[in-house]
T-cell receptor, first 114, second 113 residues
Framework: AQTVTQSQPEMSVQEAETVTLSCTYD???????LFWYKQPPSRQMILVIR??????QNATENRFSVNFQKAAKSFSLKISDSQLGDAAMYFC???????????FGKGTSLLVTP | DSGVTQTPKHLITATGQRVTLRCSPR?????VYWYQQSLDQGLQFLIH???????AKGNILERFSAQQFPDLHSELNLSSLELGDSALYFC????????????FGDGTRLSIL
């Protein structure tokens, strides 16, 4: 079974600063997908960014980018120019190419201070 | 707005009862997934349907069942409810079973008294 580990239960960042959230995963598969989802207090699960394992280039979406290290099985999320609206729980998720479900980490609660 | 609609948003009931949670996927999405989010277990996959057929089961209890109808909406039925079933239940949909990401609804908060 695949496991996803988020070792930082809580993180804090000042507005306009940069923060990196960590995620590691365990798999024997070579082809898979990795995701970061954001869950604000409104509880909606919002897709932030996606990375295909076969792509060496790190995915970016505006202020959000990832550092994907396949050999190390690491998938960190970098948020640049943090905004108050970025405050939320962030979940790292894994899905193998031949599978259907997302396997989620326990989440990292991000606090953004003015 | 993800385009995935879940009803009701909040449900309060008692132990032993049965409830039905409903999900309408995004227009054009054929796959529906159900997840349970609880404080102790985190986010767990329950079951997946594709175009009306069950495709995968996760940690779904025998007291729970689901189906996807011809119009592609899905229902999750929870019976003989226990206090531990209190959780946030999410539905997600995607275009197919492949590379497309899953988009989540706002969830149904189930509270068992």
């Amino acid at each position: 079974a695949q496991t996803v580990t988020q070792s930082q239960p809580e993180m804090s960042v000042q507005e306009a600063e940069t923060v990196t959230l960590s995620c590691t995963y365990d798999t024997s598969e070579s082809d898979y997908y990795l995701f970061w989802y954001k869950q604000p207090p409104s509880r909606q699960m919002i897709l932030v960014i996606r990375q295909e394992a076969y792509k060496q280039q790190n995915a970016t979406e505006n202020r959000f980018s990832v550092n994907f290290q396949k050999a190390a099985k690491s998938f960190s999320l970098k948020i640049s120019d943090s905004q108050l609206g970025d405050a939320a729980m962030y979940f790292c998720a894994y899905r193998r190419n031949s599978g259907y479900e997302l396997n989620f980490g326990k989440g990292t609660s991000l606090l953004v201070t003015p | 707005d993800s385009g995935v609609t879940q009803t009701p948003k909040h449900l309060i009931t008692a132990t032993g009862q049965r409830v039905t949670l409903r999900c309408s996927p995004r227009s054009g999405d054929l796959s529906v997934y159900w997840y349970q989010q609880s404080l102790d277990q985190g986010l767990q996959f329950l079951i997946h349907y594709y175009n009306g057929e069950e495709r995968a089961k996760g940690n779904i209890l025998e007291r729970f069942s689901a189906q996807q109808f011809p119009d592609l909406h899905s229902e999750l039925n929870l019976s003989s409810l226990e206090l531990g079933d209190s959780a946030l239940y999410f539905c997600a949909s995607s275009v197919d079973e492949g590379r497309w990401p899953q988009h989540f609804g706002d969830g149904t908060r189930l509270s068992i008294l």
